[in-house]
């Protein structure tokens, strides 16, 4: 018998086929293709191609700075909760849970986050570090979220979808910008910003600096001490050169304190972490004719984090005798806390070095739960270097091409998580082709394949069917398959918390190791997934509607569980994990009448077959928005939005959130001056969410209620 995935693949393809020679020949009755064109928005993030929202092999939500504005959204992160199918959690105040279509929430690391095409993802621990997006909620143009697998284009990291936040250029914003907001949750936020050229270059720069207290209560110990204070600073400048040639360079710096819970079990002092991180990059753009162009990318990424705090462990888990054993054998550690002395079922020298640690133990007599105190950290510094090459050609109305190729390095050390320093360099060929055999059919071909030195080869293609119906509708069908490579830590972790500045000493030393311990096995599998969606667009440019439907099915297989396998299984090893993830999705945008306009939409997921409760503990069956929005001739703007998941996951609960925004601007000594209001509503007022180690926990406010207002003005 055929496999699910495939019968399914093979029933909408025979369904297609039954209707197509009706939908040609309706099709060759109708305006051609290129005037149908005009009305559809164009975006450039699904296959590095510009191409109208029907030519597109994705389904796509486009959130333009107007909507952000008209709905009061004041972070990339709410933004993110009006994209269908988007799972949206803030932990604490400075950790967000974000996945499309949810799944793990221990490390959510499935998407790929860019901004202005660069990505933002830490590829050495696999992450995007969301309190702390280099970009500024003023800056931003629009952004565009491809939804579902993008690794065809953008290669590993683009697993399950991927953000790309596209700022102004610095001709289109105004000499400068001052904007002051804050809320009833001691949330504040100020940004500043100046443009204007310098000789031949366009030069926008922003500085912002944002905080927030956090939750007011949490049943996790420490978990309110989750504050987080935040700056920034953006640079963004463009020239144009001879021959239509320009250059674009960026550059961020970001620098911010965040707040943690009591994530070891004898700390004496708050965990507070500290982070700089820089990113730069530079593009240039070469046009070798009007159908031929050329992009050079430079990158380079640099992240400092230091995390230190006070803590006083017994005695007997500072022991070098010990620490020798965990290292060899974790399980043996584990049986022994539980008092199975001597511990078996590990190889002669385990057993050996389960003797010589007993006796260590034994020798301390009583003083064997003695607080031994000093200081321990979570230091880690990541880096990483970035070149691509990008040539694009239309070679014909009907055929367009864009290829490449690129190279990275990537280092990161700690001596906490790595006991030194790993890296790993990667190569990686991206080719995709449009092609346009008839002016009813769009065909989209294309693959991505990466070399990498520690995980191996990758290779992620796509293929899609876009049939163009009357009437700006368009029916598509695609397949495709992404990855994701595990990180440095997966790959290499060595990890083991050292005690420093101990005093007394112990045994003549200021130093010890802690006895815990968690080493990867160096075997952890490319996380993988095969995507089948069938999806109907329509565009009604004369009413201002625009409708997006599909129907998916994403198989994942090899999941990396648990964010570092161990060679012992008891002390949290999981084999690689799957989950069938299937449903429909739909958006709607519609403009219904002069200043007003609309949006709704609704998510209906199947989680299946999941191989542990890890790949569940994100998931809402239902979940959607919706909102509705009116703007006045005279400044006045309103907008009334509410979105809400069923919380179907481990350990989840619903949750629902309204906003309700009032907007005026008006003219002050010649000057355009915003003041508006937001208010929001949360039911209920907390969230739930898991610790693997701790269980799970939820933090909230003591209010449902809270109200927030903002003041710029632009020169």
Known sequence: MLHPKFRIAARCTVALALTLPAIVAQAQTSATMDAEEQDYPVVITPTRLKQALADVPASVTILTADTLRQHGVTSVVDALRLVPGMAVMRSTANDYKINYHGTNTSQPRRLNVLVDGISVYKPGLSRVDWSSLPVSIEDIDRIEVTRGSNSSAYGPNSMMAIINILTRHPKDVDRGLVSVSADSRDDTRITLRMAGALGAWHVRATYEQQGGSGYDYSTRGGADHDGIATERLNLRSQVDLAGGSSLETHWSLGRSLKQLGRLDPFQTSPQNLRDTDVLAGARLIMPLSPDHEVQFTLSANETRIRQRWS??????????????????????????LRGQIPPTGGSARDDELAQIAIQAILGLGSGMFMPICGMTDNNA???????????????????????????????????????????????????????????????????????????????????????????????????????RTPDLFEERARWSQTLYNIDPPLNGSSTAKIAAALNSSGASST??????????????????????????????????????????SVTGYMPPGSVRLSGLETQISWDLAQGWSGFLHYTNLLNRQASNAEERRQWSRHSGAIGISRVWSNGWQ??????????????????????????????????????????????????????????????????????????????
């Open 311 to 336: 803590t006083c462990w017994p005695q007997l888990a500072l022991l070098p005798e010990v620490y020798a054993l965990s290292q060899a054998n974790p399980d043996y550690i584990l049986q022994m």
């Open 381 to 483: 510094d990541e880096s990483r270097v970035q070149l691509e090459v990008q040539d694009t050609y239309v070679m014909s109305d009907r055929l367009r091409l864009v290829g490449g190729l690129g190279a990275r390095h990537q280092r990161t050390s700690s001596q906490t998580f790595l006991a030194g320093t790993a890296t790993n360099n990667l190569i990686w060929v991206f080719g995709h082709g449009e092609f346009r055999p008839s002016n009813v059919l769009t065909v989209n071909m294309g693959g991505y394949f990466e070399s990498n030195s520690l995980s191996g080869d990758t290779f992620s293609p796509r293929l899609a069917l876009n049939w163009h119906l009357p009437k700006q509708q368009t029916l598509r069908l695609v397949y495709s398959e992404g990855t």
């Open 527 to 568: 996380e993988r997934v095969r995507s089948t969606e069938l999806g109907y667009l329509l565009q009604e440019p004369r009413i201002g509607l625009s409708l997006d439907v599909k129907l998916f099915d994403d198989h994942l297989s090899h999941l990396v569980v648990d964010h570092a396998p161990v060679d012992a």
């Open 638 to 715: 309103a907008s009334l939005s509410h979105h809400a998941s069923s919380g179907n996951g481990t350990y989840e609960t619903r949750s629902a959130r309204t906003t309700a925004h009032v907007s005026r601007t008006l003219a002050l000594a010649g000057q355009p001056v915003r003041a508006s209001v937001t208010m929001t509503y949360l039911d209920p007022a907390r969230v739930t969410d898991q610790v693997r180690t701790v269980g799970p926990f939820y933090s909230g406010y003591d209010s449902r209620f809270s109200i927030g207002g903002q003041l710029s003005t632009s020169f």
